[in-house]
């Protein structure tokens, strides 16, 4: 349907078997497909042969979105209360490029977003592929900052640059108190042309008891995910804080959502003890 919006909504457990199957030729299949204009949102069910890879295929190569359906109280809420963001794309191909000031920064580090990290170059090749944005959906990335004079032992070492001073690169980085400036490439859902637009983040602390809910809700969120992957840079995360941070910063919570949260770290939490009891025995 002209100035329409067309969508496939594929409810599977994706575990295929006629046709193109293999990782590599869906990513080709759908590649190809994408250039239609036809969107794509993949809903995903079933247990025990359930292939999460094809999925994650199927939504980051194909303009699409993905979700998984484990029971009704999801279902309500990826086909009714996000169906907007679910259904409505407003921008596709969305990239972000953020430049730290190493005046101010001297490491950072992105937590997570792993298949989703582009090349530096490919920020501005509108041919490259990118994520999709829906009506009302918002976008939540943590960086993990060390400012520049302090002592870790996480950040490593690099030899000095031979033809390219750091101190140089610092001196002349701007000192008016800038943090660093994201970038951001999009196109209009019926566009094949980017549009670029930036902005600049002063550095203006604040006690982590200052910030928003949403911003320690987040946060206690990360830190679950370096605890399940026992990140190497988890150092004194554990279940505990982040569950007492997400129980402080649930604020209204109509949906549900972060309750849920909650309970599935403190299950987690339990789990993790289980096995370290097993472990001992």
């Known amino acids: 349907m002209k100035k329409g919006n067309n969508r496939i909504i594929l409810a599977t457990d994706g575990d295929f078997n006629v046709g193109a199957s293999s990782d590599s030729d869906m990513e080709k299949l759908i590649e190809k497909e994408r250039e239609s204009g036809i969107f794509l949102s993949v809903l995903g069910y079933g247990m025990g042969n359930y292939k999460d890879s094809k999925m994650e295929t199927l939504a ?10 484990d029971n009704i ?17 407003v921008a596709k191909d969305v990239k972000l490029q953020v430049e730290f000031n190493p005046a101010k920064v001297q490491a950072y580090r992105l937590l997570g977003y792993e298949n989703r990290v582009l090349a530096s170059e490919d920020f501005n090749n509108d041919k490259k592929d990118a994520g999709d944005m829906g009506s009302g959906h918002n ?32 001196t002349a980085a701007p000192t008016n108190g800038e943090l660093l400036t994201i970038k951001f490439r999009y196109k209009e859902p019926t566009s ?13 602390p604040a006690g982590f008891d200052k ?5 320690r809700f987040a946060a206690a969120v990360a830190e679950t995910g370096m605890v399940l992957r026992d990140s190497h840079f ?3 995360s554990n279940f505990a804080q982040a569950i007492s941070i997400a129980k402080a910063a649930r604020g209204e919570d109509a949906e549900g959502y972060r309750a849920e949260f909650i309970r599935l770290v403190e299950s987690a939490r339990l789990l993790a003890k289980t096995a370290m009891v097993k472990e001992e025995e």
């Open 60 to 69: 980051d190569k194909g303009n699409g979105n993905y979700a998984y359906i």
């Open 73 to 89: 109280t999801e279902a309500r809420k990826t086909l009714i209360s996000e169906f907007g963001g679910t259904l409505f794309t």
């Open 139 to 170: 976008v939540t990335a943590f960086y993990e900052i060390i400012p520049v004079g302090a002592k870790d032992d996480l950040s490593g070492s690099v030899d000095p640059l031979k033809y390219q001073k750091t101190d140089v690169i610092k």
């Open 192 to 204: 094949n042309q980017s549009k670029l637009s930036r902005a600049i983040v002063k550095d203006t």
């Open 211 to 215: 910030t928003s809910s949403d911003f």
């Open 234 to 236: 988890k150092q004194g």
